[in-house]
């Protein structure tokens, strides 16, 4: 059975509360106080990051791991974030990035996702309620790999987003070329697709999905900008590039 987190839904439309979740974030924060690292997600210090077998660092207020965190520093260093209102949508949600939006009062924040407790919305990404134009920023961050029809997927975000809008959407990429894991072997499939929820192993052909969707996409290599130490402070993933998708 899965535990379902208590949740406290926002009326005036911001997104929920997590009280139980807050209280063991503020915990771990005393716990691991210190000035060795720092999360641009919670834009706090600790004495160090968490490990997780999954993730190498997590951190111990917000949870957010390294993607994550180059997304917010990102957001933080090298855009208006914040500074002007925007409507956002976030695809399959997670609370580091939710907190981090909500820490901008400019920032109308929207949640999606087909079964997450923590979205705001249940809604298919391939079927989006939302009229055309809706959205001035979109956030897909390793959601298209689980997506059977990730094209139909990628026109929904396409669609919602308003002109002069932007969008990152991120895949875990590994090989050169895309594939579907119904084209591979078993054994292929284990090897090329790591995780059994993963449809497809996607390539550097990313780029071009995109752009056929509509997007115009820069391809940012923003961790290369970091330091040896300056990537242990804010545990980042130097592999990790961004898709800047614009409409
Ligand atoms: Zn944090």
């Known amino acids: 059975m899965k535990i379902r987190p208590i949740k406290i839904k926002a009326k005036d439309g911001k997104p929920p509360r997590f009280p139980v979740k807050e209280a063991l974030a503020k915990v771990r924060k005393l716990i691991y106080r210190g000035n060795k690292v720092e999360c641009p997600c919670c834009n706090k210090t600790f004495s160090l990051f968490l490990y997780s077998p999954y993730m190498s660092a997590l951190c111990p207020y ?3 791991f390294e993607r994550y965190r180059l997304l917010c520093k990102y957001l933080r260093d090298e855009t208006d974030f914040g500074s ?3 409507r956002l949508l976030d695809i399959a949600p997670t609370w580091c990035f939710q907190e981090f939006c909500r820490s901008f009062e400019l920032v109308d924040y929207v949640s999606i996702d087909i079964s ?3 979205a705001m919305r249940k809604m298919d990404i391939c079927n989006l309620t939302f009229e055309d134009e809706s959205f001035d920023c979109i956030i897909c961050y390793h959601v298209l790999e689980h997506i059977k029809d990730d094209r ?3 026109s929904e975000i396409y669609r919602v987003m308003r002109k002069g809008g932007w969008g990152i959407i991120q895949v875990p990429i590994h090989i050169e070329k895309t594939v579907e894991r119904r084209e ?3 054994e292929e ?3 090329i697709c790591k995780f059994p929820s993963h449809l497809r192993a996607y390539g550097r052909d990313f780029k071009q999905i995109l752009e056929g969707a509509g997007f115009q996409v820069e391809v940012s290599d ?3 900008k970091f330091s040896e130490d300056e990537i242990k402070r804010f545990g980042l993933d130097r592999s990790e590039e961004l898709y800047i998708c614009k409409k």
Do not use: G
């Open 84 to 86: 002007r209102q925007i």
């Open 189 to 191: 499939a284990k090897e």
């Open 116 to 118: 997450s407790p923590i």
């Open 222 to 224: 923003f961790v290369k």
């Open 184 to 186: 591979l072997s078993k």
């Open 62 to 64: 917000c949870l957010s």
């Open 152 to 154: 139909k997927a990628l």
